[in-house]
């Protein structure tokens, strides 16, 4: 997928060509609702610092915490999907970063997919550059702005500058990706330096680390969407939301490392809905980058809303064999119409399964030899029924 990226920047490159291995490739929330589009495995553990003790000190948590509360079923990243006479499947919010914390699953997660029949995730043309290539070629409107538009005629004259010393510290000419429209170009150039690369190939995150091991075991792996379809929710984004958000990542961008653990901080202790609140409380401007200002409307329909729906239309023919193991994007949960609620109005029921950062890691997997002798059994015991929640707690 670098190779991907290095051609198509090729293609909008006025002089020399930029240095696509030192490029990140995800913008904020693409880490919470889209599949990733390169490799962004962190090289090692991000180390920024959690923006919710100062949060909690400056007294704006309560703020924070009352707009969370107002989404239904934010709490929580991971649930079981129950109908009568099927077997359960699990629905798990993923966060599309390669941090090692986010790969190391709880044992209930790790036993639902080791009994699970099949793995759905939002594309499985994320595992096939060939297949990312043609959709980010094939429609050049997706990604670049309008004939004779560049970000000039958009950016003011400081931020413009500060676009040009950011690129410049990359080895990246502004006239190389002055015509990508902003959407596209945070996507390839926000991630703090711990996540910027990988070698190449698929990208090592937890929903490709499930499909390598998935493919391994024989299990079917099935995707709810195309890359394609993906790139043109991102591009209905209208240019105003887009440049906003936009020029909120430029002024943010020294506290990067900061908002990527806030977020993981957030997302390993299931707060999945304080996450948006509280980049929007604790950044200058965080509304506009997480999209939660003015014009989020905008931004919720063709992001999220949109894509929902689809996912929920397209989860049944998986659902009604039971036995799935669906992993989405964290995002896509919460909300009334977030996957959960979706779900639920269509006669499944869905139950939290509590499973924190502290919850036990998964025992190894130990062949039927290795099992004899020490006694353990070979395959995790189906996943039980932990601590759940009221499937009807809107909170939950």
Not at 156 to 179: I, N, S, T
Request: glycine share 8%; net charge neutral.
């Amino acid at each position: 997928m670098i190779k991907t990226l290095t051609a198509f920047f090729r293609r909008h490159s006025a002089n020399r060509r930029p240095r696509i291995d030192r490029l990140p490739v995800l913008a904020v929330l693409a880490a919470l609702s889209f599949a990733p589009t390169a490799a962004i495995a962190a090289e090692t553990t991000c180390r920024g610092e959690s923006l919710m003790p100062a949060l909690s000190q400056s007294g704006a948590m309560a703020s924070v915490e009352a707009k969370a509360a107002k989404v239904s079923n934010g709490e929580g990243r991971f649930f079981r999907i129950e109908k009568a006479g099927l077997a359960p499947s699990y629905l798990l919010g993923t966060m599309h970063l390669g941090d090692p914390r986010l790969l190391a699953l709880p044992e209930p997660i790790d036993r639902a997919f080791e009994d699970s029949q099949r793995l759905v995730i939002e594309t499985t043309d994320v595992l096939d550059p060939m297949k990312m290539a043609g959709a980010m070629f094939a429609d050049p409107a997706l990604t670049t702005l309008p004939k004779g538009q560049t970000l000039g005629d958009f950016l003011k004259p400081a931020d413009r500058q500060k676009l040009a010393r950011m690129l410049d510290a990359k080895g990246v000419p502004l006239q190389a990706v002055e015509r990508l429209q902003p959407w596209f170009l945070s996507s390839g150039f926000m991630l703090p330096a711990c996540m910027a690369k990988t070698s190449g190939g698929m990208p090592i995150v937890l929903d490709t680390s499930l499909a390598a091991r998935a493919k391994a075991a024989g299990i079917p792996v099935e995707g709810l969407e195309t890359a394609s379809e993906q790139l043109r929710s991102m591009a209905a984004i209208p240019m105003k939301e887009q440049i906003d958000g936009f020029v909120a990542l430029l002024s943010a961008e020294d506290r990067l490392d900061d908002i990527f653990e806030t977020m993981i901080d957030l997302y390993l202790r299931e707060h999945v809905s304080t996450i948006m609140p509280a980049i929007e409380a604790a950044v200058p401007d965080g509304g506009m980058m997480v999209g939660a200002g003015e014009g989020y409307a905008a931004f919720e329909e063709k992001v999220i809303t949109e894509r929902n729906l689809r996912m929920a239309d397209r989860l049944e023919p998986f659902l009604s064999k039971g036995g799935s193991f669906v992993a989405v994007g964290a995002l896509h949960l919460p909300g009334e119409k977030g996957l959960v609620a979706l779900l639920r109005a269509r006669g499944y029921r869905l139950v939290r399964v509590p499973a924190p950062v502290g919850a036990a890691p998964a025992r190894p997997h130990l062949d039927d030899a290795e099992a004899a002798q020490s006694g353990a059994p070979s395959r995790p015991e189906p996943a039980g029924a932990p601590r759940e929640s009221d499937a009807d707690d809107t909170k939950k």
